[in-house]
């Protein structure tokens, strides 16, 4: 007992986490209202980040339902002697290795009209194709209803309807049991035997009647040359196969005949429309800063609360240093709990609403953490001004306190 | 064995109060000193000096030889973690803890290893007449308990002076004889307690009494022997 020790003692991790939080502990209330600003701002973050990035593997997703291995052969227009494709287009295109299949369409710039009563100018913008039997298959579509063109019936007086055509003509769906319904086409009526589903990636398909090649050739004068022809490839060399494809297709000029890949453009056109999110990212960060004057009020009116508690633990032995560890521990804690909330809440909304939207859920880590750390760097700068006037109390001022 | 040795201490405040004027007092090992005066008469100015809760203006404060004017803030308040003990007058006890985990922080800027704090608190709570208290909170206890919750916690770290400031002002006389009691008692056990009263009738009860007015020591007992 004699000889006394002076050498200040230093607290452990478990001892300053165990002090700060009694403060969070006892007024549970007060640290849930002042946390709510950055759990809002962490939120907002989360769920501004994972939209975009679980709607971007939704349409990835989507894309390769549709066919991201698809590829179109256009000739460019030219003002003299635009390209034209060889008649035998398709099975040229099937001799490259790996293309998996191949189609061809071509524009018999015929008119179809609901029937010969209508006016003859009013085309309601639709495009009469002749269509090879493979083009459902290389395009992965469906019918909507009926069945598509085949081999045998390619000089039969039929025409399947794009989802767009079958509504503009006004034919939603066939009756069975009834004659099929017909549609008018230079001169000529044409059965209608199928209606096709919706087609993202060949819009220009949507809105076409689609006949067989041999009953064009006879009935519309049309000289066997397509004008689109698509191929697919195997996934693993689309752009091997397209870098070939129009060489193999227009071997004389070949730099007039445009390849695309129609997945890539309507990726490039989503995409485009996400350009809006460093917005709400800004905003995330106003909530953020706005939830950090939310905890600096709450530090300041707990250390002023708290001066009789100062006091006695500076009585008790506690440091300058460790009433200001105490009261910063405690800014960190409220922040850092309101960012764990943040991103409860932001995570469980994003479920909700890519399953609303059917998407793959997408939380992007790196956000997450950033945000987090983010919460609490605000939280850290918050709290330094309240601690230092803790620590700076002197023990009879903070005991004196009535 | 000297525990505390004030000498020519005096402090003044901004304004031109002086608070303590000239004053020196010794406390030894196993002492019991009951310091009284009126309200006013400079007897908190002296407890804090006395706890090294505030420094005297000039003069110096020594705690077991040690010169509190060497002393950085975290010596100082090391010093007074392991050293010294303190009972206030409204108890001090943090609501929301119970009985032991409020003694239990008399230990923790001691630099007490945690596994070791809660038994240390048991015994002490043991100590005043509380085993049976110990996991109450505040609230629970009557004004009595608490503050003998309080003197548990002073008491746990067996610092060398505990120093007591109206321990019994916001107790009922026959409560705060009990109060007394328990000090008259701690002290038989060897505990060196300095007590700060108004009442002169509690003062009367101690072996030792220093009565201080207008920042002077008037009378000393243990000088006046």
Redesign the interface.
């Known amino acids: 007992?004699?000889?006394?020790?002076?050498?200040?003692?230093?607290?452990?991790f478990?001892?300053i986490l165990r002090?700060g939080l009694?403060g969070i502990?006892?007024r549970r209330m007060r640290a849930v209202l002042s946390a709510l600003g950055i759990s809002i701002g962490i939120a907002t973050l989360v769920l501004v980040s994972s939209i975009p990035a679980s709607s971007q593997a939704g349409l990835e997703e989507r894309l390769t339902a549709l066919g991201s291995n698809q590829l179109r052969v256009d000739p460019l227009p030219q003002d003299e002697g635009t390209v034209v494709l060889p008649t035998q287009s398709e099975a040229m295109a099937l001799r490259i290795g790996p293309v998996t299949g191949a189609a061809m369409v071509a524009n018999t710039h015929a008119t179809v009209r609901r029937n010969d009563r209508v006016d003859a100018n009013q085309t309601s913008g639709l495009t009469v194709l002749a269509s090879s039997p493979s083009l459902l298959a290389t395009l992965s579509g469906t019918m909507y209803e009926g069945t598509f063109l085949t081999a045998t019936n390619s000089n039969a007086p039929v025409v399947v309807l794009g989802s767009v055509a079958a509504q503009r003509l006004g034919i939603d769906h066939l009756a069975a049991g009834q004659p099929a319904p017909r549609v008018y086409i230079d001169g000529h009526f044409f059965a209608v035997i199928g209606i096709l589903d919706p087609m993202p990636l060949a819009s220009d398909i949507e809105r076409s009647v689609l006949i067989g090649w041999d009953v064009a050739e006879e009935q519309l004068g049309f000289d066997g040359h397509p004008t689109v022809v698509y191929v697919t490839a195997r996934e693993d060399s689309v752009e091997s196969v397209r870098q070939v494809l129009a060489a193999t297709l227009s071997p004389k000029a070949s730099g007039l005949v445009q390849v695309s890949r129609p997945s890539a453009a309507l990726a490039a056109k989503e995409a485009a429309n996400e350009t809006f999110n460093g917005l709400f990212i800004g905003l995330s960060g106003v909530a953020l800063l706005v939830g950090g004057v939310g905890v600096a009020n709450t530090m300041f009116i707990s250390v002023l609360e708290r001066r009789?508690?100062i006091?006695?633990?500076?009585?008790?032995?506690?440091?300058?240093?460790?009433i200001g560890a105490q009261f910063f521990t405690e800014a960190l804690a409220l922040s850092a709990l309101g960012g764990l909330a943040g991103i409860v809440i932001g995570t469980l909304a994003t479920l909700d609403y890519t399953a609303l939207q059917g998407w793959p859920t997408v939380i992007p880590f790196a956000t997450i953490a950033a945000g987090f750390g983010g919460a609490l760097v605000v939280g850290a700068l918050a709290g330094i001004n309240p601690s230092i006037r803790a620590a700076r109390l002197?023990?009879?001022e903070a005991?004196a306190t009535s | 064995?000297r525990v505390l040795e004030i000498t020519r201490a005096s402090k003044l405040f901004a304004g031109g109060v002086t608070a303590l004027d000239d004053v020196s007092l010794t406390v030894d090992?196993g002492e019991l000193v009951a310091i009284v005066g009126n309200s006013g008469s400079g007897k908190s100015t002296l407890l804090?000096i006395m706890?090294t809760?505030?420094a005297p203006t000039s003069g110096a404060v020594e705690?077991?030889?040690?010169d509190t004017r060497d002393?950085r803030?975290?010596?100082?308040?090391?010093?007074?973690?392991?050293?010294?003990g303190?009972v206030?007058q409204h108890f001090?006890l943090?609501?929301?803890?119970t009985a032991a985990e409020n003694v239990a922080?008399?230990l923790?800027?001691?630099?007490v290893p945690?596994r070791q704090r809660r038994p240390r608190a048991l015994e002490a709570l043991d100590a005043v007449g509380l085993a049976h208290r110990v996991n109450h909170l505040p609230s629970q206890l009557s004004g009595g308990e608490q503050q003998r919750v309080a003197i548990a916690?002073a008491l746990v770290n067996?610092p060398?002076l505990i120093l007591a400031d109206e321990p019994t002002g916001a107790l009922d006389t026959a409560t705060g004889a009990r109060v007394i009691e328990l000090l008259l008692e701690l002290n038989r056990a060897g505990t060196t307690i300095a007590l700060i009263t108004h009442d002169r009738q509690i003062a009367a009860a101690m072996p030792r009494q220093v009565e201080i007015r207008d920042g002077h020591i008037v009378t000393d007992s243990a000088r006046a022997l």
């Open positions: 007992m004699t000889n006394v020790d002076i050498t200040p003692v230093r607290l452990g478990a001892d002090v009694i502990r006892t009789k508690e006091g006695l633990r500076r009585a008790l032995g506690a440091t300058r240093r460790q002197t023990p009879t005991l | 064995m090992d804090n706890g809760l505030d705690i077991r030889g040690i002393l803030d975290a010596e100082l308040s090391a010093l007074r973690s392991r050293s010294l303190f206030f001090h943090t609501a929301e803890l922080t008399g923790l800027y001691a630099g945690r916690r067996e060398s």
